[in-house]
């Protein structure tokens, strides 16, 4: 998810942990969110056909920029 300083104290600490949303964790070491299941794309916390059905509706689209 990337590093959160929810409390604008300049410090990514304890307090930020409880910011994570649903499907991550927060990983002391790194200081930030982590995905708990990188296979879980809709993140409700199970690899199903939700996200299979999320990954087939972007199949085949490009992205702009990444020329």
């Known amino acids: ?3 959160l300083d929810i409390d ?3 410090v990514c600490d304890t307090d930020d942990a409880a910011h994570c949303g649903p499907g991550t964790y927060w990983d ?3 200081g ?6 990188p ?3 809709n993140l409700d916390g199970a690899v199903a056909i939700g996200d299979l059905l999320t990954l087939l509706s ?4 490009f992205c702009e920029g990444l020329d």
């Open 1 to 3: 998810m990337g590093s």
């Open 8 to 10: 604008s104290n300049g």
């Open 28 to 30: 002391y070491g790194q």
């Open 32 to 37: 930030l969110c982590v995905i708990t299941c």
């Open 39 to 41: 296979s879980d794309i």
């Open 58 to 61: 972007d199949f085949a689209n």
